[in-house]
């Protein structure tokens, strides 16, 4: 009677964490372009491309004019911001109400 009845779970042959078991790789998938479909043909010539900016300069001009909206986007939040914690925290005086009563 030395030693205890096994009691839960079984032992699993588990890897240790940290590693997994990861079967062989017996193929390669197609790539899409070559990939055989039986819902549509493939076109062998693709048209050319309607745009192309080799330069790209229009992507460095885009980019700017993101920067700068983006700029001006912050600062008018912070300047909303700023406005929040300035001024006086009482309202504003009430005008004095004039009641005419017709008579």
């Known amino acids: 009677m030395g030693e205890k009845p096994n009691i839960g779970r079984a032992p ?6 940290g590693r997994a078991r990861v079967g062989r790789a017996v193929g390669k998938a197609p790539t899409p372009e070559n990939a055989r479909t039986e819902l549509f043909a493939l076109a062998k010539e693709e048209p050319p491309p309607v745009f ?10 885009l980019r700017w004019t993101a920067y ?16 929040q914690f300035t001024g ?12 005419t009563s017709a008579t």
């Open 12 to 17: 699993v042959g588990r890897p240790p964490k």
């Open 52 to 61: 192309v900016d080799p330069s790209g300069g229009r992507r460095k001009w």
């Open 68 to 83: 700068a909206v983006g700029f001006v986007l912050i600062a008018a939040l912070v300047a909303v911001w700023v406005s």
């Open 88 to 99: 006086s925290a009482e309202p504003p005086p009430r005008a004095p109400s004039s009641t």
